[in-house]
């Protein structure tokens, strides 16, 4: 509800009762709407302050820019003080402001555990589910997923961000996030949806101008397409016959997208170390074949991750079982 519009309708309605003798049911709806109110303008203004701008602050709760500043408006007009130094350019809270908004994260942060412990009791899953997820296999392999989920679980909305970055989770308010890696964050609770191997790749066209490689020490001399996201760098490493194995490679291209790599090895432009889960088609069709088989280069979990076991809501428990389920037999060689 916009903010301008409630207040509106309020003073209507007071003016209405002032002439009309209100009923008990009628002082009880008002207070009501007043605490929701309240409420509202609470979490307008700690939103603001989060996004650091009116407008941001509006899109992260769905209400409009003018709805917002009302809200925060009225607040400042209730305590008696101002919360926040505005100028054109940036927000800054006062002293006052700041004392305030930490006891708002505080009362939210309480509504939100008050909210998961009768959520997770009732079993229901209800309201919006946060979810951060990697690029590529967001796009390849979840997202495919989510109007199953949503259609099984009709309260449910999902918010679903893709990004390669490290995301901290309670500092940006995910519920959930799937994360690809050797080991799970040790700071974070997870369970294992499955596994992915890095896989060494080339087209049949490139290897026949070029030469197979015999040995990962080789690579050095060919032309390597390198994601740049890689945890290991321009390093790449493998277990071989003879155990483990670094190569020190010389990218003629670099890129921060798996797909632009597989693009750029499909046509013929050199070799690539990409997970199983995105080159798997293109070694069904024949338009790449693996190089090197004999040298296993890493294997890295899926896994979704969450803040805390305490008070773990039934979208999240939901969430995590339905993908375990989704990926218990994956479309790609792990």
């Not at 693009?263 to 050199?270: F, L, P, S, W, Y």
């Not at 990409?274 to 890295?300: K, T, W, Y």
Request: aromatic fraction near 8%; proline fraction near 5%; charge should be negative.
């Amino acid at each position: 509800m916009d903010a301008a519009g409630c207040c509106d309708a309020k003073t209507l309605e007071v003016q209405l009762l002032e002439i009309n003798m209100p009923t008990e049911d009628d002082l009880s709806r008002i207070v009501e709407q007043y605490d929701m109110d309240k409420f509202a303008a609470v979490q307008a203004f700690v939103a603001v302050v989060d996004a650091g701008s009116f407008v941001k602050g509006a899109e992260a709760i769905g209400q409009s820019k003018a709805g917002v500043s009302r809200y925060v408006g009225e607040l400042e007009a209730q305590l008696g003080v101002r919360l926040l130094n505005r100028t054109t350019r940036r927000l800054s809270l006062t002293e006052e402001g700041e004392v305030f908004h930490s006891r708002c994260k505080e009362l939210l942060a309480q509504f939100s555990e008050a909210e998961a412990e009768i959520t997770a009791h009732s079993g229901s899953a209800v309201g919006q589910l946060k979810i951060n997820v990697p690029v590529t296999f967001g796009q390849l392999h979840l997202a495919p997923l989510w109007p199953a989920f949503l259609k099984q679980h009709p309260r449910v909305t999902l918010d679903v961000t893709l990004a390669d970055r490290f995301v901290d989770l309670v500092e940006e308010g995910y519920d959930l996030a799937v994360r690809i890696a050797r080991l799970p964050s040790s700071s974070l609770i997870s369970r294992r949806l499955g596994s992915t191997r890095l896989l060494l790749c080339a087209s049949p066209d490139y290897l026949r101008e070029r030469g197979r490689p015999a040995h990962p020490s080789e690579l050095a001399t060919h032309d390597v397409v390198a994601y740049s996201l890689l945890a290991t760098g321009e390093s790449w490493e493998f277990d071989g016959p003879e155990g483990p194995v670094i190569a020190r490679v010389n990218p003629r291209l670099r890129t921060n997208s798996g797909e632009t790599c597989c693009a750029a090895a499909i046509r013929h432009q050199g070799i690539v170390l990409q997970p199983s889960f995105l080159v798997a088609p293109f070694l069904q069709s024949g338009e790449l074949v693996e190089v090197l088989p004999h040298f296993r280069s890493i294997e890295l979990g899926i896994y979704a991750v969450y803040p805390s076991r305490r008070h773990v809501t039934a979208k999240v428990r939901l969430m995590i079982d339905y993908l375990v389920a989704a990926f218990r037999t994956p479309a790609w060689l792990a």
